[in-house]
């Protein structure tokens, strides 16, 4: 790409010299000089020109222009309201305009505050309204979802709602209704606005018209910290900031990182914080008493009965990692139990590797790529929405997207990749090594050489390689898995959800269970040492680019954090460790990030350590993918393979949102459409599905699924095996149509 | 499938850009349900791929659009500037009082909706009165008794 040529303007008679084509309000900012916009927003795509805030006037051109419609040419000359009468009278025109039908309610407004219009008609439009008339009233505020409230008298149509959900989200659900005064925000039919996206809205517009339902009436913007902090809540890590009031988060914004997350978050990252405050939080080390009881004891106590279960294990101690451990957490219990105990053996919630690192790019690269493969049975936006909000964009953008179930592809697409300078490959689905088969693909691909081809794995969890890397380092020796196991340590929320864990917990004698919450302690630990959520540690995170992020303590919990008793706990055997996640870091970062990051660098929007050299992974023992069913025969209605998957909004957090209920999947299983007709099953029937048990499910027709599997969330599935039948419910209120049970 | 789901198909494959056969599809569907109902836009956008809220917007902005059902024969009297000016506010009068109702509503038999519309193209011939959308022109207040009894016969 050759260098865009520059251009030399005049706005507001000072000269600057920006790339050709650059937008009006940006090179007005490169000069120090402020366009004030309500509707221009470029991560929304080309500018619509709706509100008329940013009217300038252009030398040549005899009317006032919409400044953000603009961009830079040679010579050209722009007043704004700041020197030109005529752009600052067609500014304070455009508010008195825009506030005729405002209510002005701002006493009793979210927004009252924090307000672009307070703000920009305090600076640019009339002190006093001429407006005796009265104002348009409507119904307010309407629910347009659980989480998000609509008032249409505030809003000021500048349709920065509906180009998110049209031309960002891609789900086409929040519309303009009506025409001219009328017009109106709405959803289809009082359908509430369901899209995994929806609260970006919500920090979009410029107004009170769209706010959250659970901030609202919550704080003032001059009684609120904002804490620059990321979100815990997948691999991502999407920068954030937690809004607190008098010690409590009160809400989560965005903190834009251009290469991570360009400002989205989604609606788990944003709306879950009130998992903080569920009503079976732990707030004191417990004890078991009888067989299903506990008791609540003292820190002191707990240590003590934790010292006393360390030492009566004699070493047969299993750890159960969640993968969303800081770092430093996981450091510090891997030195506590494998260096104080000789306590090696882990059980990790994913493989992970680090042979991607070779083709490591920014997760915005995708944005522009020229092809995008997408390989695995499992949603992008499941394990990792904003990667699909990327995936989108290249789209938009005239990329092709290529979705895979496996790893294979066809000669076509392989030359294709080879000879593309900007090529993406994502790996989203089980196996895969942790990145590690990827690596081999884009090695053969030639990717090593090209730094605009990258590859990306989607892991499960928040911090898996992180927490991997830091157990390993906190030791250099390795042992098999103890028979019988004496204690299994249980860490995190995730690993005490987990069937496979609570599965391992059978066999062993003892359990301590290390998590927020009493519903996940209680009927198999013998003592619970309290968790703290992502939003009250410190420490960090490695992301899926293996950027390495800070978590900073938004508010104080209601419990010591893991570290702080770690640390003391490691004391009793002799393992000294900083109960600080900077001076844990700060030791890491010799071992595993070769002595060149510090908790400093990491700072408040991290950078991307440069790509490595490309090493073949190690080989590991082979978990075949299981093979697709073999299609059916013509008449015979075979089994299906289940395809279990964990939707994003499940698990411990979410289900502690009450709010959230309304974007957990409904009792489903999703069918391709070869495989419905196959079954007379339509969209929506009733229909049975039937391995070692039975359950009866509604059926969804999905037209992008492969043949041959029944797609059910994780939650849904329960306890069925591997294959299934799919049949129709026989209902003895319609005839059955001599579908055979 | 229905039909007209097919025949949306085959409106969009007219089209360079197959969005472009939302309005011809939203009077497929209205023509099918009379209205467009929720259960019509559905409809419509299935067979188009968009969303219901996407047609429902679309249709939203046109006049010509029901969103809300109307009776099995439709007066539509032009009150626009050159209409206005040869008296369709009495020609309007004329059909309130002949049918009882007022613009927007129907008959409580659920046969006649009487509407007021913009300039329909007919200015040189008004008062333009369209009945199921064939025009009527130079309509007289004292015509309506005649017009809605003709129409109440057609049944
Ligand atoms: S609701 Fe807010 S973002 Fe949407 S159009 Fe109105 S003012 Fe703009
Ligand atoms: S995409 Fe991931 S990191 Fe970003 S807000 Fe959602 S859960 Fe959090
Ligand atoms: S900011 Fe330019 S028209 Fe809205
Ligand atoms: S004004 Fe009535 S037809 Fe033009």
């Given amino acids: 790409m050759s260098a865009p040529e520059n251009v030399t303007l005049t706005i507001d008679g000072r000269v600057v010299e920006v790339p050709k084509g650059t937008g009006l309000v940006e090179t007005a900012a490169v000069a120090g000089i402020e366009i004030p916009v309500f509707c221009y927003e470029p991560r929304l795509g080309p500018p619509v020109g709706a509100c008329r805030m940013c009217l300038v006037e252009v030398e040549g051109i005899p009317k006032l222009q919409a400044g953000c419609t603009l961009t830079a040419q040679e010579g050209m000359v722009v007043g704004t309201g700041a020197t030109s009468e005529k752009a600052a009278e067609g500014q304070n025109a455009t508010l008195e305009f825009i506030l005729v039908n405002h209510p002005l309610d701002c006493p009793v407004c979210d927004k009252g505050g924090e307000c672009p219009l307070q703000d920009l008609t305090f600076r640019y439009g009339p002190g006093q309204t001429r407006m005796t008339f009265p104002k348009r009233t409507l119904d307010k505020p309407i629910p347009i979802s659980p989480t998000i409230a609509l008032d249409r008298e505030r809003c000021i149509l500048c349709y920065r709602c509906t180009r998110f959900s049209e031309s960002v989200a891609e789900d086409g659900q929040l519309v303009a209704r009506n025409r001219g005064s009328m017009s109106m925000i709405a959803t289809f039919e009082d359908e509430p606005y369901r899209d995994l996206f929806s609260g970006n809205v919500i920090e979009l517009c410029p107004v009170g018209a769209l706010t959250s339902t659970q901030y609202r009436f919550e704080a003032r913007p001059w009684e609120i910290q904002n804490v620059p902090t990321i979100c815990g809540l997948c ?499 319609t005839s059955a149509g001599g579908e055979r049970a | 499938m229905s039909t007209l789901y097919e025949e949306i198909r085959e409106l969009m494959a007219v089209y360079p850009e197959p969005r472009s056969a939302t309005l011809p599809a939203l009077r497929l569907a209205q023509e099918k349900h009379g209205w467009l109902s929720p259960e019509a836009l559905r409809e419509a956008a299935e067979g188009l791929g968009e969303t219901p809220a996407y047609c429902m917007a679309v249709a939203s902005f046109y006049d010509m659009f029901h969103l809300a059902p109307v009776g099995r024969h439709l007066v539509e009297v032009c009150t626009n500037v050159s209409c206005a000016l040869v008296g369709a506010q009495q020609v309007l009068e004329a059909f309130e009082r002949e049918l009882g109702v007022r613009p927007g509503e129907t008959t409580a038999d659920g046969e006649v909706t009487l509407r007021t519309v913009e300039c329909l193209g007919g200015c040189g011939w008004a008062t333009i009165v369209a009945l199921d959308h064939r025009y009527r022109t130079h309509v007289q207040p004292a015509d309506v008794g005649a017009i809605v009894e003709e129409l109440r016969a057609d049944g």
């Fill in chain 1, 235 to 733: 691999p991502v890590g999407c920068n954030i900031s937690a809004t607190t009031r008098e010690g409590k988060v009160k809400r989560i914004l965005s903190r834009n990182h251009p290469e991570v997350d360009q400002g989205w978050l989604c609606d788990k990252g944003r709306f879950a914080y009130p998992h903080l405050y569920a009503e079976d939080r732990i707030a004191t080390p417990l004890e078991r008493v009888r067989r299903r009881g506990f008791g609540e004891i003292s820190w002191d106590d707990g240590l003590d009965r934790a010292e006393a279960l360390l030492r009566g294990a004699g070493g047969r101690i299993v750890t159960a990692l969640s993968g969303s451990e800081t770092i430093e957490e996981a450091y510090a219990l891997g030195r506590l139990l494998r260096v104080g105990l000789g306590a090696h053996s882990a059980v990790l919630p994913e493989a992970t590797s680090s042979a991607l690192d070779a083709f490591r790019a920014p997760l915005s690269s995708i944005g522009h790529a020229e092809v995008v493969v997408v390989i695995g049975e499992e949603r992008v936006a499941d394990r990792a929405p904003i990667v699909g909000l990327w995936i989108k964009q290249a789209r938009r953008n005239g990329g092709d997207v290529v979705e895979l179930a496996e790893p294979k592809l066809d000669a076509e697409l392989e030359q294709r990749l080879r000879s593309s300078d900007r090529a993406v490959l994502i790996w989203s689905g089980r196996a895969g090594g942790g990145g590690a088969r990827l690596a081999e693909l884009a090695h053969s691909l030639g990717f090593d050489g090209k730094p605009g081809c990258s590859a990306f794995h989607l892991p499960a969890t928040p911090n898996g390689r992180g927490v991997a890397e830091a157990w390993a380092a906190a030791a250099d020796r390795d042992e098999a898995n103890p028979e019988p196991i004496g204690l299994l340590i249980v860490s995190g929320d995730e690993a005490a959800a987990d069937p496979a864990v609570r599965a391992l917990a059978e066999k062993a004698e003892h359990v301590l269970a290390i998590t927020m919450y009493h519903g996940l302690a209680v009927g198999w630990a013998d003592l619970v040492l309290p968790a703290t959520s992502y939003l009250e540690r410190d420490g960090s995170f490695v992301n899926l680019e293996g950027r390495v992020q800070r978590l900073r303590r938004s508010v104080i919990p209601p419990v010591p954090d893991e570290l702080g008793w770690i640390s003391k706990l490691a004391a009793r055997f002799g393992v000294e460790i900083s109960p600080h996640a900077s001076l844990v870091f700060a030791e890491l970062a010799e071992t595993v990030y070769g002595g060149e990051a510090s908790f400093g660098d990491v700072g408040e929007r991290a950078p991307l350590p440069a790509r490595a050299a490309y090493e073949p992974p190690e080989p590991r023992p082979v978990a075949p993918i299981p093979p697709p069913a073999a299609a059916p025969a013509e008449h015979f209605l075979g089994t299906l393979r289940l395809l279990r998957y964990r939707p994003l909004f499940s698990g411990p957090t979410v289900e502690r949102v009450p709010e959230l209920r309304f974007q957990r999947p409904a009792a489903e299983v999703e069918l391709a459409a070869a495989d419905a007709e196959r079954r007379q099953i339509r969209n929506g029937d009733s229909v049975t599905v039937r391995s070692e048990s039975i359950l009866t499910l509604r059926a969804r027709i999905d037209r992008r699924l492969p043949p041959g599997v029944a797609r059910i969330a994780e939650e849904h599935a329960r306890d069925l095996g591997t294959t299934v039948e799919v049949s129709r419910s026989s209902n003895p209120f």
